[in-house]
T-cell receptor, first 116, second 114 residues
Framework: GAGVSQTPSNKVTEKGKYVELRCDPI?????LYWYRQSLGQGPEFLIY????????DSGLPNDRFFAVRPEGSVSTLKIQRTERGDSAVYLC??????????????FGAGSRLTVL | AQSVAQPEDQVNVAEGNPLTVKCTYS??????LFWYVQYPNRGLQFLLK??????LVKGSYGFEAEFNKSQTSFHLKKPSALVSDSALYFC????????????FGAGTRLFVKA
């Protein structure tokens, strides 16, 4: 597609529920990143995919968070047993670069998650 | 582990005046440095990057940044600010060894007054 697409744009859920957030990267981009941005803070790194594999998942806060990218394109971030502290904007970014820190990231508009 | 510090929560400048938004970093090995901008109700956009070579890098919308290795800084500058430059600016760093994730600072809000 023309840009990075994230769905849903807004998600309101109740504490304890399961949530999936989807990211559709720019066509042909092999690198895909998930970040979390809380109000007044910078994006917090969660996970980085190169192709289908997670090159770095050191930012996932705990085992309630999991992400997949089974065909090397669309990615889904999955959050189990949501907590109020999970409320944030979840950002996805993609890049055409390889396994390097020099990649320029193109971000989507984000998925705003609110846990009541 | 890499980290980024943006010491100013907010920078205020009058239109037409020069602006500087500060950033310092910490990373093992040689750094890759970036500036991104976030306008209201819009996604993060890339402004410029330093990978190697000339310490002064030029980017979009007339912005530039200077890499200073001894001071571990990468300050964002513009000679003449515009009201439309008002936005949230993020400095980011990644390394070229080990993990390749990009780490962002907390952001600096720039207000340009007419």
């Amino acid at each position: 597609g023309a840009g990075v697409s994230q769905t849903p744009s807004n998600k309101v859920t109740e504490k304890g529920k399961y949530v999936e957030l989807r990211c559709d990267p720019i066509s042909g981009h092999t690198a895909l990143y998930w970040y979390r941005q809380s109000l007044g803070q910078g994006p917090e790194f969660l996970i980085y995919f190169q192709g289908t594999g997670a090159a770095d998942d050191s930012g996932l806060p705990n085992d309630r968070f999991f992400a997949v990218r089974p065909e090397g394109s669309v990615s889904t971030l999955k959050i189990q047993r949501t907590e109020r502290g999970d409320s944030a904007v979840y950002l996805c970014a993609s890049s055409a670069g390889g396994l390097t820190g020099a990649n320029v990231l193109t971000f989507g508009a984000g998925s705003r998650l609110t846990v009541l | 582990a890499q980290s980024v510090a943006q010491p100013e929560d907010q920078v205020n400048v009058a239109e037409g005046n020069p602006l500087t938004v500060k950033c310092t970093y910490s990373v093992s090995g040689n750094p890759y440095l970036f500036w991104y901008v976030q306008y209201p109700n819009r996604g993060l956009q890339f402004l410029l990057k330093y990978i190697t070579g000339d310490n002064l890098v030029k980017g979009s919308y007339g912005f530039e940044a200077e890499f200073n290795k001894s001071q571990t800084s990468f300050h964002l500058k513009k000679p003449s600010a515009l009201v439309s430059d008002s936005a949230l600016y993020f400095c980011a760093v990644s390394g070229n060894t080990g993990g390749f994730k990009t780490i962002f600072g907390a952001g600096t809000r720039l207000f340009v007054k007419a």
